[in-house]
């Protein structure tokens, strides 16, 4: 059975260019999160998606960050453009809605120059 | 804001003792508490997951939560130094997203 599944694994990019990353939720999972995690600051929660609707996107640092969900089976994180105080590594996580647990992908490893 | 607080480490325990996570959180309505695992350069991995006061064991894993103090740990028996790395409290509250505390390093010396 398949886990998450993210690309790139890693992204090394200069500063003011745009960033893709992508995820695959597990099969039949209905809620799909996109973290950030950096040595300070731990894992911070981005957005997080229900059925494909975005259902809260407070942690979204700034308009600079945007993501999609356009099926259940994909969704996009975009940064443009890019800055240094970007790099971190970004997970998803899928989960079935109510109390269940969040599985994660390997998560990229994105470094902007 | 809602929080969920680790003592960051590192924990040393030597190979075979018991080695005693802790984990407090801010918002009284939390019902479902999750330990993850990280390994250095991983992905956080489920351990446990824990909705009712009292213990769970699951083999060398034991998960307590004392919802009156606002508590949960995880107590690692026989430790070894394949569970050296950084585990991750969460909370959760219905159905919203898990918070994380930042995690604890726990190394075991063999």
């Known amino acids: 059975d398949a886990g998450v599944i993210q690309s790139p694994r890693h992204e090394v990019t200069e500063m003011g260019q745009e960033v893709t990353l992508r995820c695959k939720p597990i099969s039949g999972h209905n809620s799909l999160f996109w973290y950030r995690q950096t040595m300070m600051r731990g894992l911070e929660l981005l957005i997080y998606?229900?059925?494909?609707?975005?259902?809260?996107d407070s942690g979204m640092p700034e308009d600079r960050f945007s993501a999609k969900m356009p099926n259940a089976s994909f969704s996009t994180l975009k940064i443009q453009p890019s800055e240094p105080r970007d790099s971190a590594v970004y997970f998803c996580?899928?989960?079935?809605?109510?109390?269940?647990?969040?599985?994660f992908g390997d998560g990229t490893r994105l470094s902007i120059l | 804001q809602k929080e969920v607080e680790q003592n960051s480490g590192p924990l040393s325990v030597p190979e075979g003792a018991i080695a005693s996570l802790n984990c407090t959180y801010s918002d009284r309505g939390s019902q479902s508490f999750f330990w993850y695992r990280q390994y250095s350069g991983k992905s956080p991995e489920l351990i446990m997951f824990i909705y009712s006061n009292g213990d769970k064991e699951d083999g060398r894993f034991t998960a307590q939560l004392n919802k009156a103090s606002q508590y949960v740990s995880l107590l690692i028996r026989d430790s070894q130094p394949s569970d050296s790395a950084t585990y991750l409290c969460a909370a959760r509250s219905g159905n919203t997203p898990l918070v994380f505390g930042k995690g604890t390093r726990l190394s075991v010396i063999a």
């Open positions: 996580a899928s989960s079935w809605s109510g109390d269940q647990p969040q599985h």
């Open positions: 998606f229900n059925n494909n609707v975005p259902i809260d």
